[in-house]
């Protein structure tokens, strides 16, 4: 049985639609500091790439991926185990026919999926950057936004089954992702790492003796302007996912935009006292690498938690990110150049596991997406079974259609095209035109 | 396959069993095994890349 649909009022409907505009800001602060992070050789590449990725996801979605996520109340394939109803994908209309488009839930649910696919779709392009060709980003991006992205979006915010462990099986609320720690940090981090893994680091990135050399990015303005435009389309994206899917009060947007700031800045400060202290000097890029993992821990509680746990999320999200970036690089040597799997993915993944810490949630405080009754004690379980379903079924998914791929359209630009720079090969300009550049980086690849 | 496996093991201790303690016993041994698995793939992309270079 489908979960009860949530009804809004008019005012909750109008501050939804506002929230929601403000969601491509933060689309624009994570291009800019995926660029910024990037080589200047490849950064109208990674700009163009960002247009285009974000264009690909919301047709995609639009075509067939609104319809397999559907809505709370909505139509849905149902099957019963001893009993119980576990939903596992919408049944709605391809191109959202049958969808109310006039502020209905449903309809806000396919504005906000629209605008949140293409925020997932964005973070793979910061491990990509430098070598991941414009074609293939917008081939894997369909498959995200066409099949990954919608399937989780269902169980987690359209009454699917890891919404509905609470009223099914006692797990305390179901599993509680209001901004999309989990449905879009998260997924779009592990596609990020799938994709990291495929294509393999950048040339010159590794020694011979496996040791990692250091390739800056190019423009740190762009980066921490980056971190102040994603602010604030994080308050419409942590603000109307819990209106919209936890039926949060209207009046709770206060505490909810408090908690997403604090937790941004006590993470990104975090991450510049841990490298003032490990290297003398505090890091431009950690440190908006800790901005975006605050954000990103900030969205699965940021109606539930007090502003006092919000900085306590805040400051476990900076020292994981800070530390966790140079485990991927040193240990693991996974040439991620944007941070985009510690900042997205690790703290996504602590976000939805603070839930389970920090989260007193008042009686009848989350009335939509089938998070009724359940003990308060099975809430961590339920977060925990959230998190294995990312890294056990997501991560596997994201990395076969990846791969497969690969397979058939290699991802990977040629090595010809990574020393001349991703904008003069795939584009045939580059950002920069002024600056001073060797005669043969004009060559084009095709005359 | 570890990773699916340990996912597997999470599902099915949620809908076959009731006592709280050993639902969650056996999700948390669910999730171990996708620790695992993890890692076994670091260490297989580790490997490739070293091939690679």
């Not at chain 1, 026919?97 to 999926?113: D, H, I, K, Q, T």
């Not at chain 1, 990574?418 to 550049?437: C, H």
């Not at chain 2, 050993?22 to 890692?39: N, P, T, Y």
């Amino acid at each position: 049985m489908p979960a009860p649909a949530p009804t809004l009022s008019d005012t909750a409907v109008a501050l939804c639609v506002v929230l929601i505009f403000l969601i491509p800001s933060t689309a624009a602060g994570i291009a800019l500091i995926n660029t910024g992070l990037g080589r200047s050789h490849s950064a109208a590449h990674l700009m163009m790439s960002s247009l285009c990725v974000f264009s690909t996801a919301a047709l995609v979605y639009f075509i067939c991926g609104f319809s397999w996520q559907g809505f709370a109340g909505g139509p849905a394939h149902v099957f019963t185990i001893g009993g119980r109803g576990w939903n596992w994908i919408g049944a709605g209309h391809f191109f959202l026919r049958g969808v109310a488009l006039e502020g209905s839930p449903a309809s806000l649910a396919a504005l906000l999926g629209t605008l949140s696919v293409g925020l997932a779709a964005l973070i793979p392009l910061g491990s990509g950057a430098d070598r991941w060709r414009l074609g293939a980003a917008c081939a894997s991006t369909a498959l995200l936004a066409g099949w990954t992205y919608p399937l989780f979006a269902h169980w987690v915010w359209s009454g699917g089954w890891l919404a509905q462990l609470g009223s099914n099986y006692g797990l305390g609320r179901g599993f509680i992702d209001a901004g999309g720690s989990g449905t879009i940090q998260v997924v779009g981090g592990l596609t990020a790492l799938s994709i990291a893994w495929i294509l393999g680091a950048r040339q010159g990135k590794y020694t011979l003796e496996g040791m990692p050399t250091a390739i800056p990015g190019h423009n740190s303005v762009f980066v921490l302007f980056g971190c102040m435009l994603a602010l604030l389309g994080w308050f419409g994206l942590n603000s109307a996912g819990a209106i919209l899917f936890y039926g949060v009060a209207p009046g709770q947007t206060a505490l909810i935009a408090i908690n997403t700031a604090i937790s941004a800045a006590a993470s990104a400060m975090t991450a510049a006292v841990i490298t003032r202290t490990r290297f003398a000097r505090p890091d431009a890029s950690l440190a908006a690498n800790g901005w975006i993992g605050g954000l990103a821990a900030s969205s699965a509680g940021c109606a539930f938690v007090t502003p006092l746990a919000a900085v306590a999320i805040g400051i476990v999200a900076g020292t994981l990110v800070t530390f966790s970036v140079e485990w991927f690089e040193l240990r693991l040597s996974i040439d991620d150049p944007g941070g985009a799997i510690s900042a997205h993915a690790m703290a996504g993944l602590w976000g939805l596991l603070s839930v389970a810490i920090f989260v007193r949630t008042p009686a009848g405080a989350l009335g939509a997406a089938g998070a009724s009754s359940g003990s308060a004690s099975g809430q961590w379980l339920a977060q925990v079974v959230g998190i294995a379903t990312l890294i056990g079924f997501v991560l596997p998914l994201t990395y076969g259609l990846n791969l497969l791929l690969n397979y058939f359209y290699p991802q990977r630009v040629e090595p010809e095209g990574e020393r001349q720079g991703m904008d003069l090969f795939e584009l045939g300009a580059g950002a920069y035109p002024e600056f001073v550049t060797h005669s043969d980086e004009f060559t084009q690849r095709r005359t | 396959m570890l990773l699916l496996a340990g996912w597997a093991i999470v599902l099915a201790a949620v809908a076959l069993l009731a006592a709280e303690a050993l639902r969650a016993a056996f999700v948390l041994a669910g999730a171990g095994v996708e620790v695992l698995g993890l890692a076994l793939v670091a260490r297989a992309q580790l490997a490739a890349q070293g091939e690679h270079d």
